[in-house]
């Protein structure tokens, strides 16, 4: 078995993509004016339209109403990441911090609510599981 993306149901699309992408550096590939894929070597994020959600079954899904989901990216320098999100992020939940298990962590989150871990490994123990 592969995990093969995440998804986020949105209400707005255009504007979820248009976060991601900005604040990625990843170009979305659009495969419907209701879905797209930021992909990525290891993963891909799915962002969706709350429209699909009849489609999957009788409330299956719910925009803006994720607080259990953390969507963590891997980054070369979470300072610069954090200079540069000054811009785009609207919330962010902390400024670069060393975490306990190795990580320099950025957590923001993005126009929708999703909790998002920009972070960088700073030990051995956390350059040793990427």
Known sequence: MQL?????ITD???ALIAF?????????VRLHPMFAEL???SGTLAIASSATVPLLGDNAA???ANRSITLDFLVNDVDATYLALQGVVGIF?????DMPWGNRSLLVRDPDGTLINFFTPITDAGRDRF
Do not use: F, S
């Open 39 to 41: 992909r990525t070597t």
């Open 20 to 28: 991601y992408e900005t604040a990625t550096g990843i170009t979305a």
């Open 12 to 14: 707005d699309v255009d």
């Open 4 to 8: 093969a993306a995440t998804r986020i």
């Open 62 to 64: 719910e925009a803006r």
């Open 93 to 97: 939940v902390n400024e670069p911090t």
